[in-house]
């Protein structure tokens, strides 16, 4: 067969070459365009599960965290939540939570060896007195009626103001004392759950009000603060104290019981002078503050005490 190219003219050689490469950028353009929407595609799944992924990831965190603090135990600011005005845990009858391990009719034998503020105590204490009061010079000023009189700014001899230690420290023993054998002294039958969670909730609060305190005591004298958090002011990372604070709210609230059970079987009474006094001597001014039942629960739990302390027998021979 006769190849026709042979046959061409200058003219038609040109003309074919021009077809052929006319093609060829036909198909390249094509090819082209073809790989880019595939490129293009690809990007955009990338992209789009790039961002996918980012929502998911952020999804995750968030409900990890919504999680976490669900897991907390909520801070409570109204300190009478759960109580009655009367200072009792609201729904709830003590003889069914506690029973007592003593008579609260009888005279309670306290040891006397376990209260004492001995002489060396008192001569300790005076001397760390003398020593907060030595002058520029190094000089340790005397225990005298004059020093009593001039720079304690007491109405007394300096043997009378030993004995006043002596009484003081020994006072606030028995209470110690007192609210020690109390709280190791009844039976708990069951345990206030409901209200425990409140009072967990009330215990941050109060453990936030020191913090805040703290710190600002602290901001005053240095510069800077002491604790980050609460966390780090009781040493303990977010679990720890999270069962700390249970834990302390549930025997707390088992402990109120014991209070209002001892209230109610010792038949305590009391006036409306006598709760005022409480209140000034607290520098309680206004009970909003705190509610009137959690103002309440703590002054019948100090008449308890102080009836109990009245009648208590110190005992000389133990």
Known sequence: ?????????????????RKKEAARAKRAAVTSSVLGSCIAVLLIAAILFGIGYGIYDNYKTRKA???????????????????????????????DYVSLGFDPSEAIKIPYSEIEYTDDDV???????????????????EFDDAFVKDILKEDMTADEYRAKIKSDREQTNKETWLNNYISNNYDAQDKPEEYAYTYAG??????EKQLEYSNQ???????????????????MNEDQYEEYVLNEATKGAI????????????????SQEEYKDYLAENQISNIYDF????????????????????????????
């Not at 200058?10 to 003309?15: F, H, I, S, T, V």
């Not at 300190?79 to 845990?89: A, E, M, V």
């Open 255 to 270: 402990l109120m019981l014991v209070y209002q059970k001892l209230y109610k079987e010792m038949g305590i009474t009391y």
């Open 123 to 141: 001569k300790d204490e005076i001397d760390d007195l003398l020593l907060e009061h030595e002058d520029e010079n190094g000089k340790i000023p």
């Open 65 to 95: 965290e919504e999680e976490r603090l669900a897991r907390l135990i909520p801070v409570v600011t109204e300190y009478s939540k759960g109580l009655n005005d009367d200072g009792t845990i609201a729904g709830i009858d003590p003889d």
């Open 202 to 207: 009330i215990l941050k609060a109060i453990d």
């Open 1 to 17: 067969m006769e190849n026709n190219n042979s046959q061409m003219t200058k003219g038609q050689e040109r003309r074919l070459a």
């Open 217 to 235: 005591l602290y901001v005053a004298y240095t510069g800077s603060i002491i604790y980050d958090d609460v966390y780090d002011m009781r040493e």
């Open 291 to 318: 509610g009137e039942g959690y103002i309440m629960m703590n002054f019948k739990r100090e008449l308890v005490n102080k009836a109990l302390l009245e009648k208590a027998v110190i005992d000389k021979n133990s």
